[in-house]
């Protein structure tokens, strides 16, 4: 009888752990003509892997450094560093980052947590809002940031993605720009997968 309740405990476990492994379905915004460039750029054996990635780039780093994160359909996950610089006569830079193996549920449960809660669905046409009206009739304000950095979150399977985009969102926050709420969004998307790959 023990072993009968051993046995259930186990496979109700695994049955739980291993739907938690499963890429979740993904209201999709748009499809590419052909296979998304990040798997080759990151060299997949899973080409349907699901990849999210998050980068910055600004006037001051030349390029676009970047965060990858590739949830495979086996359960594993795996993740990159990668730096592309703007210039052609420069390498792209591509560095592994070794996940453990007992660490790939925390970033399963943050991906199906964002899926679940819709907290990767952003008004992406309020993201890049410079202008509002003026106090006085007829009267517009723009909002120049020159050294800001512009910030970049995909998350792409096979020819399906979701892309943003919002440069110095921060700034506009502060401000309470029109639009901040969505800029917040993003900004709290972003930094969620980043807090999950510092921590494991």
């Known amino acids: 009888m023990k072993k009968i309740l051993l046995l259930t405990i186990i496979l109700i476990s695994f049955i739980g ?30 080409r349907s892997s699901l990849i999210v990635k998050i980068g910055y780039s600004s006037y001051w780093t030349k390029g676009q450094n970047s965060e990858f994160i590739v949830y495979q359909n086996d359960g594993k996950v795996e993740r990159f560093v990668v730096y592309q610089p703007n210039s052609t006569e420069l390498k792209t830079k591509i560095k592994r980052k070794r996940i453990k193996k007992k660490d790939y549920q925390y970033y399963w449960n943050h991906l199906n947590n964002i899926i679940q809660e819709n907290n990767y669905i952003i008004d992406k046409s309020k993201l890049n809002i410079n202008e509002k009206k003026g106090e006085e009739e007829g009267t517009i304000v ?41 800029r917040q969004k993003l900004v709290n998307l972003m930094n969620g997968f980043e807090k999950l790959t510092e921590k494991y």
């Open 17 to 46: 752990f291993s739907q938690n492994e499963e890429i979740p379905k993904i209201d999709w915004q748009g499809q590419t003509a052909t296979e998304n460039s990040y798997v080759e750029l990151l060299n997949l054996k899973d």
């Open 142 to 182: 723009t909002k120049i940031i020159s050294d800001g950095a512009d910030y970049s979150f995909w998350i792409c399977q096979g020819r399906n993605y979701i892309a943003y985009g919002s440069y110095s969102p921060k700034s506009f926050i502060e401000d309470r720009w029109p639009g901040w709420k969505e």
